[in-house]
Every structure is written in C-alpha cells, then in structure tokens.
C-alpha cells in the first residue's frame, strides 16, 4: 500500500464505509438474513402470510425479482467487506492476481476493487 497515502486510505474506507451503509440498508429492504450463515435471502413483502391467489401472484413476481437483486447486493457485500480486510492486513491496493499495484484512480472509482483493470 505504499502508492497509497494515509490520507487516500482515510477517504478510501469512508467510501467504502459509506457503500456498506447503503448496501445492507438495500438487503435489508429487498431480502432478510437467514439463520446462522448471514447470508441474505430475497424476500416478499407479505412475510410469508396466507394470500389471495391475485396477490400470490404478486408475490411471486416480486420473489423473482428481489432474489437476483439480493444475490447482487451480497455479492457486493462480501467484496466491500473483503476490501475492509485486506486494509487490516495490509494487502489493499495490490492486484489479487498480478500482485502490482493498483492505481489510486481505480480504488477511488470501485474502493472494493481486488484487482486492476487488466485483471479485471
């Protein structure tokens, strides 16, 4: 992390804060976490009550849309979290698969990003 200042770090994980902020108020929105595991499950509004076969429908239709969004939003998740880490162990800023730096422009772009933009 040496191409990247304190200062770039700071404004780094405050973005990267500030998108976590967002993303688990979305899942929260469209999907619930499940038991133990902590992952995000899509959901429908009605929390599972008894429907007439109109709103079943409906439900329907909102499940399918609400599950590819909720895996999306978790998938997400899991990036900005795995950003966080690598800060902590000094590895954030470092292409995961080339091992070069990537450039600052990039991270301020996509805080999460684990790769440069070859290895993309």
Same mark, same amino acid.
Request: aromatic share 4%; with cysteine; net charge negative.
């Given at each position: 992390?040496?191409?990247?200042?304190?200062?770039?770090?700071?404004?780094?994980?405050?973005?990267?804060?500030?998108?976590?902020?967002?993303?688990?108020?979305?899942?929260?929105?469209?999907?619930?976490?499940?038991? +133990?595991?902590? !992952?995000?499950?899509?959901?429908?509004?009605?929390?599972?009550?008894?429907? +007439?076969?109109? +709103?079943?429908?409906?439900?329907?239709?909102?499940?399918?849309?609400?599950?590819?969004?909720?895996?999306?939003?978790?998938?997400?998740?899991? !990036?900005?979290?795995?950003?966080?880490?690598?800060?902590? !162990?000094?590895?954030?800023?470092?292409?995961?698969?080339?091992?070069?730096?990537?450039?600052?422009?990039?991270?301020?772009?996509?805080?999460?990003?684990?790769?440069?933009?070859?290895?993309?």
């Amino acid at each position: 992390m040496k191409h990247i200042t304190e200062e770039q770090l700071e404004e780094l994980r405050g973005a990267l804060g500030a998108e976590r902020d967002a993303v688990e108020e979305e899942l929260a929105t469209y999907g619930r976490v499940q038991n +133990d595991t902590g !992952d995000w499950q899509g959901s429908t509004s009605s929390g599972g009550q008894e429907a +007439d076969p109109n +709103d079943a429908a409906d439900q329907i239709e909102e499940l399918v849309v609400n599950v590819p969004l909720v895996e999306e939003l978790e998938k997400r998740h899991r !990036d900005i979290v795995a950003a966080f880490e690598r800060m902590e !162990d000094g590895t954030y800023g470092i292409c995961e698969v080339g091992e070069e730096e990537i450039p600052f422009d990039r991270l301020e772009a996509n805080p999460a990003a684990a790769t440069c933009i070859k290895h993309a």
